[in-house]
């Protein structure tokens, strides 16, 4: 039901998950399957009358152990390899009605704590080299389910966009001796005309290569490389940032903001000096009432026109 | 107003456009910039009275020549330039209300003696490295005006996607001293599962690796690399080839099919021969009321789910 193909053109994996056509699309409040199940109530994905933050796996994973043997075989351009992997679903709190930007601090402290557990659990089961954790919010970036919950994708590869970035940040280390986050940072940081919040441990900053019109990535000045590495107090203070990021977003156009959120961390095999923790996040809204879309030149080219001055939105959130 | 700004971690160039913000939003049939300008009636972008094709400038465009120099000093990690490049709009016919699909195909035999010229036109200007013809077709897509239009960018550097491509085309052909596009064809060809119309000069195939649920592209049997290469005849298969699979997409779910078409040509500088032509599609339905979104995995890991089989996509669309 899920294979990965291979793209020759592109030199990347393609996942065909056609069971995924099934999934859960906007049920009603009444039958969301991430709430809790209510005594004599609809059974969802957590047989229990209440939680606090529940993880399970995906019900329509793209990634599964164990995975079946593909039911196609390649063609010799185009090889084929079993969906090896784990998706998971977090649930933040058993509140329907709420989103990240609801909750309490130590809510999010406690998620962290979470994610950390997550992604150490499954960066040591074999055959995973890159753990995703992320969150896709509202209906516009095509969520299905709107009660308030993250995902984690543990891939059998490294994904192209971080395998990418890892090879631009090791050529820089080698060039210079030094990490591309950590001199990035300190640019922004002497500039500071697009940094959004800079605090002791972490920074939010409108790159000023944003591709998106509200793009900010939370970026660390301690040299993590994952969430792994992260001490108590550094997952407090992400946990901050984190929600000081959305309320922001919520704040900026007076709605509950949509966006893409992404965790980009260090592959799970081999050592990777030069690369940094980082969170990016991509809103889709480029007004309060207009949307970016990634067309023509974006999706089949990989060009990105961003209709906004990363300056310009810097300010906005630095204001909101 | 528009310059492009280096993504060190991606090695990218991004397009910051402000002045677009302020182009035509969905504006009324009655004051559509695209059309003729009727007698007495509101100045369109074609002060004439009626036309049969019609190519001019793009009034807000991401690229233009000569350009303004950068507003913005640059990150040391981060150069600027400024956007030189040229962006162009083909407006396929002075109906408002056709669309491709609609026209007929001596229409669109004209249209691809445009795209040539305009190619072979474009392809010589001073700093230009990479023409991309296509079209953004649907609200779905993004599309801010409904008249039927193509467009065209002129870069200054050949986009990340194609040079992928071309990177990846340079080392089958080292390695096999053969076309990775013709090679990858005749393997469709002899599984055949996946043709959806095998012509004379092209095919049109779901192609295994499919990203998107109803992608389709057309490749050549001749070994051209650009269309500055073909003959009329050529030409006018192709014209007919286009037509075909913008009509198979009509029929598929019973309502006019947004898409994106790009034209994948050998960048401008440089000899290429181990690339050749492509058209492909990516329409955003999964399913006749299902939009696919690029979401999480797509965005930020460049991971494509599909959640059809590309077997399957090939026999609705010959079925079609």
């Known amino acids: ?60 994973p793209s990634l599964t152990t164990p995975s079946a043997e593909p039911a196609i075989e390649g063609l010799p351009l185009c090889p084929v390899l079993s969906s090896q992997g784990v998706c998971e679903v977090i649930c933040y709190t058993s509140d329907h009605r709420a989103t ?12 962290t704590r979470v994610w950390r557990e997550r992604f150490i659990d499954l ?14 919010k509202g209906r516009e970036i095509g969520v299905t389910l709107s009660h308030p ?3 984690i994708y543990a891939f059998p590869f490294v994904p192209p966009v971080p395998a990418r970035m890892l090879d631009q940040e090791r050529r820089h280390f080698e060039a210079t ?35 998106y019109p ?31 990021t959305v309320r922001r977003y919520d704040r900026l156009f007076g709605f509950s903001m949509p966006y893409i959120m992404a965790m980009f961390q ?8 030069y690369t940094r923790f980082r969170v990016e996040f991509y809103p889709p809204f480029r007004t309060a009432d207009k ?23 810097a300010k906005r959130l630095r204001e909101a």
Chains 1, 2 share one sequence.
């Open 100 to 111: 990240f930007a609801d909750l309490s601090l130590s809510q999010v402290r406690k998620l």
């Open 214 to 244: 509200f793009e900010v990535h939370i970026v660390g000045r301690m040299g993590r490389r994952s969430l792994g590495e992260m001490e108590p107090s550094e997952l407090d203070d992400l946990a901050e940032m984190l929600l000081d």
């Open 123 to 136: 960066s040591v089961r074999p055959g995973i080299e890159y753990v995703f954790v992320f969150e896709n």
């Open 266 to 273: 260090s592959p799970v095999a081999g050592d990777h000096p």
């Open 177 to 211: 001796g030094r990490a591309m986050t950590d001199d990035w940072l300190n640019q922004e940081l002497v500039s500071g005309s697009r940094v959004v919040v800079a605090g002791e441990t972490f920074a939010a900053v409108v790159p000023f290569f944003a591709r």
């Open 149 to 151: 919950h993250g995902q």
């Open 291 to 313: 949307l970016k879309y990634l067309a023509g030149v974006e999706s089949a080219m990989g060009t990105f026109i961003n209709d906004t001055l990363p300056e310009d939105s």
């Open 1 to 60: 039901m899920s294979e990965l193909r291979y793209h020759p053109f592109l030199g990347t994996w393609v996942i065909t998950a056609t069971h995924r056509q099934e999934r859960t699309f906007h049920p009603p409040d009444d039958f969301c399957p991430l709430c809790p199940t209510r005594p004599f109530g609809f059974p969802t994905e957590i047989p229990e009358p209440d939680y606090d933050i529940a993880v399970f796996e995906n019900r329509f």
